[in-house]
């Protein structure tokens, strides 16, 4: 049974271009969140979602960025014209059902130029 | 808003050495602590704890909560070289009763052992 499945694992874009990361939670997960660990910070909830509906998006920019988990493929975490401060690590996570329990994804670790 | 501190923010001990790992936390209707090891990328997940005073063991890794002082320790005994990780403790949110993966993470503490 793989494990959350992040690609790609290193993303460089320059500032104004778009970023889109990639996750295939656990099989039999239907519940996925993204986290951003910046540098010398811990990770940083960003948005809950449950197979095509966003549940708790607290944690999301108000801009530039969104995310999807389609009923077909993997969630997309998408980051429209990055800027410097978007470097960081996105983590995704999964879980079968509600429930606090994570198991996390490798990460893509980000860098805009 | 939630919040939970960890200390040590870094540790470096030598094989054999026992440490000893704090979290403290500040919730709003607290249900449950996590900690996780995080090695080069993901966290990997070590301990859930709900209810105070009872021991979870895992190996040389025990954890321990007192919800009535609001903290948790995570102690490691006899630490190898393979210990060495972030250690992280996180608490998650609970809305009208009902936890779920939006967890608020400590800042970690690094743990380094040495041979």
């Known amino acids: 049974n793989a494990g959350v499945m992040q690609n790609p694992r290193h993303l460089v874009r320059r500032r104004g271009q778009e970023a889109r990361l990639r996750c295939s939670p656990m099989k039999g997960h239907s519940h996925v969140y993204w986290y951003r660990q910046l540098p010398e910070e811990g990770l940083k909830f960003m948005v809950y979602?449950?197979?095509?509906?966003?549940?708790?998006e607290s944690g999301m920019p108000k801009e530039r960025f969104s995310a999807e988990f389609p009923k077909e493929g993997p969630s997309i975490l998408r980051i429209q014209q990055v800027v410097r401060g978007d470097s960081a690590a996105y983590f995704c996570?999964?879980?079968?059902?509600?429930?606090?329990?994570?198991?996390f994804g490798s990460g893509t670790q980000l860098s805009v130029l | 808003e939630d919040k939970v501190v960890q200390s040590p923010l870094s540790l470096v001990v030598h094989e054999g050495d026992t440490v000893t790992l704090n979290c403290s936390y500040e919730?709003?209707?607290?249900?449950?602590l996590l900690w996780y090891k995080q090695e080069k990328k993901a966290p990997t997940f070590l301990f859930m704890l709900?209810?105070?005073?009872i021991e979870k063991k895992s190996g040389r890794l025990s954890s321990i909560l007192d919800k009535k002082e609001l903290f948790s320790i995570l102690n490691i005994t006899a630490t190898q070289t393979g210990d060495s990780a972030v250690y992280l403790c996180?608490?998650?949110?609970?809305?009208?009763?009902?936890?779920?993966?939006?967890?608020?993470f400590g800042q970690g503490t690094i743990l380094t052992v040495h041979p």
């Open positions: 979602l449950q197979k095509e509906n966003i549940i708790d």
């Open positions: 709900t209810s105070s005073g």
């Open positions: 919730v709003t209707n607290f249900r449950s």
């Open positions: 996180a608490v998650p949110f609970n809305f009208r009763g009902t936890s779920y993966g939006k967890l608020t």
């Open positions: 996570a999964s879980s079968p059902e509600l429930n606090e329990k994570l198991f």
